[in-house]
């Protein structure tokens, strides 16, 4: 892989990324995306759920082989192909939205794969992550963000005890949006219900590889 035209392009494509909400709030549904890998294979898992009741409405799943390699800051090279694949459908929608294991706008060129994702299919997305890949805390107030280049793009939530998540505009969605979509998807996991699920299926499908 390239990976100078990679960046090129990174850079190119955060200059779509909307962050301000151009979705229908509440939204119908939330999908949550995450990926698992065993023996040389990936499992992409995509959780359907209903946003008001957060019951699952449907899940989806493709195994399929790696074709490249992981690299710090271009995730969204080696996974977006399995997350398009699984949710092509859905593109162009406002009244869904992506919940990805990964960054949006918390990223060194603005464009992690949940940013990737949602200029791709022009669809409104998140990113959460379990670790910081750029950028500084700030508190402001009670609260904590994600500031990068001098711009906040995220906010650190916490919640039962668990140790922190970080909450990152994707596209077509606004931070205190993000925050508040988070939160309600938060429950007795450190992740939000639909990235908790697309995890938990991806890994059980893995081990069985």
């Given at each position: 892989?390239?990976?100078?035209?990679?960046?090129?392009?990174?850079e190119k494509i955060a200059g779509?990324?909307?962050?301000?909400?151009?979705?229908?709030?509440?939204?119908?549904?939330?999908?949550?995306?995450?990926?698992?890998?065993?023996?040389?294979?990936?499992?992409?898992?995509?959780?359907?759920?209903?946003?008001?009741?957060?019951?699952?409405?449907?899940?989806?799943?493709?195994?399929?082989?790696?074709?490249?390699?992981?690299?710090?800051?271009?995730?969204?090279?080696?996974?977006l192909p399995f997350y398009t694949?699984?949710?092509?459908?859905?593109?162009?929608?406002?009244?869904?939205?992506?919940?990805?294991?990964?960054?949006?706008?918390?990223?060194?060129?603005?464009?992690?794969?949940?940013?990737?994702?949602?200029?791709?299919?022009?669809?409104?997305?998140?990113?959460?992550?379990?670790?910081?890949?750029?950028?500084?805390?700030?508190?402001?107030?009670?609260?904590?963000?994600?500031?990068?280049?001098?711009?906040?793009?995220?906010?650190?939530?916490?919640?039962?005890?668990?140790?922190?998540?970080?909450v990152s505009i994707g596209h077509?969605?606004?931070?205190?949006?993000?925050?508040?979509?988070?939160?309600?998807?938060?429950?007795?996991?450190?992740?939000?219900?639909?990235?908790?699920?697309?995890?938990?299926?991806?890994?059980?499908?893995?081990?069985?590889?």
């Amino acid at each position: 892989m390239d990976f100078k035209r990679a960046k090129i392009l990174q850079e190119k494509i955060a200059g779509k990324v909307v962050k301000i909400d151009r979705l229908s709030y509440p939204p119908k549904y939330v999908l949550g995306l995450d990926i698992s890998y065993g023996k040389g294979k990936a499992v992409a898992c995509c959780v359907i759920m209903d946003f008001d009741g957060l019951t699952v409405h449907e899940v989806r799943y493709v195994v399929d082989e790696v074709m490249i390699p992981y690299v710090p800051t271009f995730l969204a090279f080696r996974e977006l192909p399995f997350y398009t694949y699984l949710c092509y459908d859905f593109r162009n929608r406002n009244d869904v939205v992506f919940l990805v294991d990964g960054h949006g706008l918390a990223h060194p060129r603005k464009m992690g794969i949940a940013s990737h994702l949602g200029v791709v299919l022009n669809v409104p997305s998140i990113g959460v992550a379990k670790k910081i890949l750029t950028g500084s805390i700030i508190k402001r107030g009670n609260k904590e963000y994600l500031r990068v280049d001098e711009n906040i793009v995220g906010i650190v939530l916490k919640h039962k005890g668990f140790s922190p998540i970080y909450v990152s505009i994707g596209h077509n969605i606004s931070l205190e949006t993000s925050e508040k979509i988070v939160r309600h998807c938060l429950k007795n996991h450190k992740l939000p219900l639909p990235i908790y699920f697309a995890h938990k299926y991806s890994k059980r499908i893995a081990q069985r590889l």
